[in-house]
């Protein structure tokens, strides 16, 4: 007589010792499976998954308290650019990046572009033995505004003998 439960209780071994190839397959993709699945846990703890600060609105406050307000919501400040508008109190914080309300990672780095403590320095080109009409548009498209011409008498009309 034979007992049946034996031949029930070895159907799985029976079945990985006639297809050992199906069987390290299919264990390598439960495998593959769970090691994508804890990286991909692992991913999330270690970028602080929904964790997010919201930047605040940093336009018209001085850079030093700039700094500090964006220290105090848990972001850094860094100064990418300053340029010179006349009408706004030097060092005075004009654009941010990224913009206000925006949800970023904790110790995110907020670019700021300031007003300019002085106008920009302009090195004056050499306009000798230029017309008058060519050096005042090369003066104007580097952004001189109050251009003074002093006419002295020459052997040819128009012409810049110096500056």
Excluded at 92 to 103: M, R
Aim: aromatic residues 8%; hydrophobic residues 40%; charged residues 25%.
């Amino acid at each position: 007589m034979e007992d049946k439960t034996d031949k029930k209780t070895n159907k799985p071994v029976d079945f990985i010792k006639k297809h050992p190839i199906l069987f390290n397959l299919l264990l390598i993709v439960l495998v593959g499976c769970g090691i994508i699945w804890l990286t991909l846990v692992a991913l999330d703890v270690w970028t602080g998954h929904g964790e997010y600060r919201v930047v605040p609105d940093m336009k018209g406050l001085s850079y030093e308290q700039a700094v500090k307000a964006l220290d105090e919501a848990g972001l850094r400040a860094e100064l990418s650019d300053s340029i010179y508008d006349s009408s706004t109190r030097p060092g005075t914080v004009l654009e941010q990046s990224p913009k206000v309300n925006a949800k970023v990672k904790p110790n995110r780095t907020v670019y700021l572009t300031i007003n300019a403590f002085s106008p920009r320095m302009i090195s004056v080109p050499s306009l000798t033995d230029m017309s008058l009409r060519q050096a005042r548009s090369t003066l104007e498209g580097l952004g001189f505004e109050k251009i003074r011409e002093l006419y002295v008498p020459s052997e040819y009309k128009d012409l810049v003998l110096g500056v």
